[in-house]
């Protein structure tokens, strides 16, 4: 078990291009969760995945951004024409059901 | 909807030493989870702590101890002994359980203390 894993770690880019992190959470984890964490803040819930499904989508969650899941393992999460105000750490967690829900390490993402 | 306070954006203690951290939040709720999460320097979130509300024991994981006030939506966490590798933000968080015993997942996270241990 290799716990949950994000991918890039951090990355730059200027406004308006497109960028997409990746996840991969703790095998056999039917729920996959995104979060948005400026910094000196708590982390902001962005959408949950149920296996495939995505059954919870924040307001925050903007119609430049998206997230998918297929086949239930890994997700992405897509941000299209990036802003300077999309500068954040991006964290996945997995869980089983109800069980402990555990972070990656995140993903920074800096938009120039 | 749900919302966490902490009302601590820093606190500090010497090691060896005992802190509390406290954490208030607001439901409607009868039935939810309380969580602390401790986030070091290297930016993982790690589980503390974990109450479940219908329970009225405080829980308690080695050094770490919540002092749980249902009525008064209340969650301190207690750190005893300590030790500089407590040093981290620490957060509270709360989760819904939905009909039928579903949680709906989703954590909701207050502000946030940073914790310095001084040796």
């Known amino acids: 078990d290799t716990g949950v894993s994000q991918d890039p770690r951090h990355k730059i880019t200027k406004r308006g291009q497109n960028v997409t992190f990746r996840c991969d959470p703790i095998s056999e984890h039917n729920r996959l969760y995104w979060y948005r964490q400026t910094l000196g803040q708590g982390p902001e819930f962005l959408t949950y995945?149920?296996?495939?499904?995505?059954?919870?989508k924040s307001r925050l969650l903007s119609d430049r951004f998206s997230a998918e899941r297929p086949k239930g393992s890994f997700s992405t999460l897509e941000i299209q024409r990036t802003e300077q105000g999309d500068s954040a750490m991006y964290l996945c967690a997995s869980s089983f059901a109800e069980n402990t829900i555990y972070f990656g390490e995140g993903s920074w993402l800096t938009v120039v | 909807a749900q919302t966490v306070t902490q009302s601590q954006p820093e606190m500090s203690v010497q090691e060896a030493e005992t802190v509390t951290l406290s954490c208030t939040y607001d439901t409607s709720e009868s039935d939810y989870y309380l969580f602390w999460y401790k986030q070091p320097p290297s930016r993982q979130m790690i589980l503390v702590i974990r109450q479940e509300a219908y329970k009225q024991q405080n829980a308690t994981e080695n050094r770490f101890s919540v002092n749980f006030q249902k009525a008064a939506k209340s969650f301190s966490l207690k750190i005893s002994d300590s030790q500089l590798g407590d040093a981290a933000m620490y957060f509270c968080a709360y989760r819904s359980v939905g009909a039928g015993g579903t949680s709906y997942g989703k954590l909701t996270f207050g502000q946030g203390t940073i914790l310095t241990v001084h040796p």
């Open positions: 995945f149920q296996n495939e499904a995505q059954l919870e």
